[in-house]
């Protein structure tokens, strides 16, 4: 049996007929977007089994999609698609193939679900340092072009590209702030010493020593053009 669990399905709360038609009678409407697991079948004989459980008239099913569109777990009142055609059902799952379904689960390969927190205090966490890198970035960002809450993201990289959106936010707080210079890995201090008395000293060894008397020291901070930072 191959059945792979999709992280996102994009399913439109309602529909563009519906949004226009309430348009025109004067009622508001939203549309919004949710998340729910999906599970894509391509397994020819597990195909056939469920296109005959679930009484589906088709005669070529190359890919089976079931969508968790009530998110309580896969099972009846949820949707079947079917491909190539594109044919939405509704299942009515038997004991056999709801036995199936409930060993369906979705778990992320990461997730994380706080209060909200520095970008740093999840950068110090211990264990798994890269995830909670790209989450510091990512809060990095809104924190400091975003001040207000809420704000709902999406991000998907793949070979054909990247997807990226932002909705639920409020236009009038998003202000563009640049990110701070980049910290050189090395940074070169400069003393500059201002010599206001010398003497020589003559031991019996013959040896010659110079001594410098300082009185006073200098610091100063030097920028060049490539942003480098040096005190």
Same mark, same amino acid.
């Given at each position: %049996?191959?059945?792979?669990?999709? !992280?996102?399905?994009? &399913? #439109?709360?309602? !529909?563009?007929? &519906? &949004?226009?038609?309430?348009?025109?009678?004067?009622?508001?409407?939203?549309?919004?977007?949710?998340?729910?697991?999906?599970? @894509?079948?391509?397994?020819?004989?597990? *195909?056939?089994?469920?296109?005959?459980?679930?009484?589906?008239?088709?005669?070529? /099913?190359?890919?089976?999609?079931?969508?968790?569109?009530? =998110?309580?777990?896969?099972?009846?009142?949820?949707?079947?698609?079917?491909?190539?055609?594109?044919?939405?059902?509704?299942?009515?799952?038997?004991?056999?193939?709801?036995?199936? %379904?409930?060993?369906? =689960?979705?778990?992320?390969?990461?997730?994380?679900?706080?209060?909200?927190?520095?970008?740093?205090?999840?950068?110090? #966490?211990?264990?798994?340092?890269?995830?909670?890198? *790209? !989450?510091?970035? *990512?809060?990095?960002?809104?924190? =400091?072009?975003?001040?207000?809450?809420?704000?709902? *993201?999406?991000?998907?990289?793949?070979?054909?590209?990247?997807?990226?959106?932002?909705?639920?936010?409020?236009?009038? &707080?998003?202000? +563009?702030?640049?990110?701070?210079?980049?910290?050189?890995?090395?940074?070169?201090?400069?003393? #500059?010493?201002?010599?206001? =008395? @010398?003497?020589?000293?003559?031991?019996?060894?013959?040896?010659?020593?110079?001594?410098?008397?300082?009185?006073?020291? /200098?610091?100063?901070?030097? +920028?060049?053009?490539?942003?480098?930072?040096?005190?």
């Amino acid at each position: %049996m191959k059945a792979v669990l999709m !992280l996102m399905f994009w &399913a #439109l709360c309602l !529909l563009q007929m &519906a &949004a226009k038609g309430g348009a025109e009678k004067g009622g508001e409407v939203t549309v919004d977007k949710m998340t729910v697991p999906v599970v @894509s079948i391509q397994d020819p004989s597990l *195909i056939d089994f469920f296109v005959s459980e679930f009484f589906i008239a088709e005669t070529l /099913v190359t890919r089976l999609e079931i969508i968790d569109a009530t =998110r309580n777990g896969f099972g009846e009142d949820d949707l079947v698609k079917t491909y190539p055609s594109e044919q939405i059902y509704f299942p009515v799952p038997s004991d056999s193939a709801q036995k199936i %379904m409930n060993s369906w =689960r979705f778990k992320a390969n990461f997730q994380i679900v706080t209060e909200n927190r520095a970008p740093e205090e999840f950068e110090n #966490l211990p264990q798994q340092k890269a995830e909670n890198g *790209i !989450l510091a970035s *990512i809060l990095r960002g809104v924190n =400091r072009n975003y001040q207000d809450q809420p704000i709902n *993201i999406w991000f998907q990289r793949d070979s054909s590209g990247v997807t990226f959106e932002m909705w639920g936010f409020k236009e009038s &707080a998003l202000t +563009y702030s640049p990110p701070p210079p980049p910290v050189p890995d090395s940074v070169v201090t400069y003393d #500059l010493v201002h010599v206001i =008395r @010398s003497d020589t000293l003559l031991n019996t060894d013959s040896t010659l020593y110079d001594l410098i008397y300082v009185y006073k020291t /200098v610091s100063d901070t030097l +920028y060049f053009d490539d942003g480098v930072k040096v005190e």
